[in-house]
């Protein structure tokens, strides 16, 4: 998939465990970013990374950390998965400078029951 | 932070009709305004983008229009086809250095053969 991976692609856990997501990248771009998709919001972004080490909080941080130790790899992790995080989450890189030029992962599906 | 307004939520043409989208954007300083198309279980993807030193830019089919005195943008899509059935997503850069993409809700279109 042009160079970006997501997994896993469908995950079901239950409330208060803790849940890692992954994002892949083989293009060697700086910028890579986490949204979630939820019905009539849109995309909404939870963390984004300019870099190894480098990661900043989007607009629905909480309940969420991220982790970049290698240019290719994005974590998002769910530290206690709640109800309210059942969404599709998409991970993006940007071949452009920043936000420019989004391409999207193929989404992880994340049902909290 | 920024915050980005789109309507129409739903819009269903006829084949062959115009379909007009439209995002009104609250922070002056943004200076990119992409829209991304979304396919049913897909993601999303780039279809067209525009800087706010532009007044409009178009590719085949699609057009973008940019207000910047009145902070709105437009995306025109002419004799729409069954396949430009999606869901159509604007944005707006945001962030001190342009780093986010804050996303509209959304509209769901429909073109009726």
């Known amino acids: 998939d042009a160079g970006i991976t997501q997994s896993p692609r469908h995950k079901v856990t239950e409330t208060g465990t803790p849940v890692t997501l992954r994002c892949h990248q083989t293009?060697?771009?700086?910028?890579m970013y986490w949204y979630r998709q939820d019905p009539g919001h849109g995309l909404r972004l939870i963390h984004y990374?300019?870099?190894?080490?480098?990661?900043d909080k989007g607009e629905v941080s909480d309940g969420y950390s991220v982790s970049r130790s290698k240019t290719e790899d994005f974590l998002l992790t769910l530290e206690s998965a709640t109800s309210s995080q059942t969404s599709v989450y998409f991970c993006?890189?940007?071949?452009?400078?920043?936000?420019?030029?989004?391409?999207f992962g193929s989404g992880t599906q994340l049902s909290v029951l | 932070g920024e915050n980005v307004e789109q309507h129409p939520s739903t819009l269903s043409v006829q084949e062959g009709d115009s379909a007009v989208i439209k995002c009104t954007y609250s922070?002056?300083?943004?200076?990119?305004f992409p829209w991304y198309k979304q396919e049913l279980g897909k993601r999303p993807q780039l279809i067209i983008d525009?800087?706010?030193?532009?007044g409009e830019k178009k590719d085949q089919r699609i057009a973008v229009t940019l207000n910047k005195t009145a902070k709105h943008f437009s995306l025109h899509i002419t004799e729409t086809q069954p396949e430009d059935s999606a869901v159509y997503f604007c944005?707006?850069?945001?962030?001190?250095?342009?780093?986010?993409?804050?996303f509209g809700g959304g509209t769901r279109l429909m073109v009726k053969p």
């Open positions: 990374s300019y870099g190894v080490k480098d990661t």
């Open positions: 922070d002056s300083a943004s200076n990119y």
């Open positions: 525009i800087r706010s030193n532009v």
């Open positions: 293009e060697n771009h700086r910028y």
């Open positions: 993006a890189i940007s071949s452009g400078t920043g936000t420019e030029k989004l391409f």
């Open positions: 944005a707006a850069s945001s962030g001190e250095a342009g780093n986010m993409l804050t």
